[in-house]
DNA sequence: ATTTTATTTGAAAAGGGTTATTATTTGAGA
DNA sequence: TCTCAAATAATAACCCTTTTCAAATAAAAT
């Protein structure tokens, strides 16, 4: 919550009531993938006056201070995870095309990978986004 | 050609002149990142009767059957790329932060980490999506 | 503590990509 | 050729998201 105040500062952007309480309901609800409306169901219980524009253009904001990430599982809206900065690169999905399940991978093991791109193509990697799709143990 | 003619047959479904000439554009324009709208007005000069919404349908269709796959670049939009079976696994993309230009890595060096999750995961892996965002070398 | 000012918000409207509807057409097997 | 389920075109509907704008407010200046 620090983190965001000073990163709110250094652009010159306040910290409200609605900025807080949206960052604790992504941060109070880790492991799951909140969908905006998702979002805004539980930050009204706390903050009842809030508007929907309001978790939009938050979300919004968090994703590019890098405090959140938005994640895409092709069902027609934005899904939103909480950033734990105890690791440095974002954690990998494991998306089951049985039953939908949405597993989390601590594994890293890209750095071979990265090494070759940032030497092959000269481009300089700074995040990543790796989803994969496949039969979860429950189905198999 | 004949593989999109031979899994259409398998599902009952027709092989029609709008979706030969929605694969052809695609397989025409491989290694660019057209969104359906861009794919229309070219398949508009071949077919021009053919409807937005049958694009639409067309582009959904030949994705689920593996034939094309959508990205995602965040812009709003779906974006469709042919499917060269050349190569076992999709190709991976690098997104510039600076110009937005969109690479291509041919490079996959997934094995080992693929290794790893079906193995600590027990999750059966048959495909994958890997976005690297940062610098491109113009950029740089 | 007030004042000031740029930022933020809520409500509602607008936007824009995508999907559904429906009558008509058509591919492909019989 | 006949038959019929599947596909299409056109358009309306959908729904997630963004914009608009007047009112409210955080935070720095006084």
Known sequence: MEELKEKLKVKGLKLTPQRRAT???LFNNQGQHLNTEEIYAIVKEKC??????????TLQLLDEMGLISKLNLDDGCSRYEFNNHDEDHQHHHLI?????AVIE?????LDQLEEAIEKEYRFRIKDHKVKFFGICSNCD
Do not use: N
């Open 23 to 25: 960052l604790e309901v």
């Open 96 to 100: 089951c095309q049985s039953c939908g």
């Open 48 to 57: 009842p006056e809030i508007g929907l524009a309001t978790v939009y253009r």
């Open 105 to 109: 991978v601590e594994l890293d093991l």
